[in-house]
């Protein structure tokens, strides 16, 4: 069993950044593809980036192409999001995710508990 713990997101003006850190631990978590989504209230989650399992495929949703950027570092078992030109509508609570290389939650079996990111306007 894989666990994952997020950072702590935050309060960020419109127009700023913000990294956002997923620490993974248990067997094999480096043998999975990682994913990130987010949920904002009364929308349904949403699909934000993934990376397979090397970190040599990537791919983002429409949204956050071009302004958000996910990594991982299978040493240290943890990926990344750096998110810049941050604004309002990305405002939501953020999931890392563990699974399969998939754009649709379905695809991930394992979550972390969830992170806070606020952009003020």
């Known amino acids: 069993q894989i666990q994952l713990v997020e950072s702590r997101g935050g309060l960020v003006q419109a127009g700023g950044s913000l990294r956002l850190s997923c620490a993974a631990s248990?067997?094999?978590?480096?043998?999975?593809?990682m994913g990130w989504f987010r949920q904002a209230p009364g929308k349904e989650r949403e699909f934000v980036a993934n990376i397979n399992w090397s970190g040599c495929s990537t791919d983002y949703a429409d949204s956050v192409k071009g302004r958000f950027t996910i990594s991982r570092n299978n040493a240290r078992n943890t990926v990344y999001l750096q998110m810049n030109s941050l604004n309002p509508e990305d405002t939501a609570v953020y999931y890392c995710?563990?699974?399969?290389?998939?754009?649709?939650?379905?695809?991930?079996?394992?979550w972390g508990q969830g992170t806070q990111v606020t952009v003020s306007s």
């Open positions: 248990g067997r094999t978590s480096s043998a999975y593809a």
């Open positions: 995710a563990a699974g399969g290389f998939d754009t649709r939650p379905g695809g991930y079996h394992c």
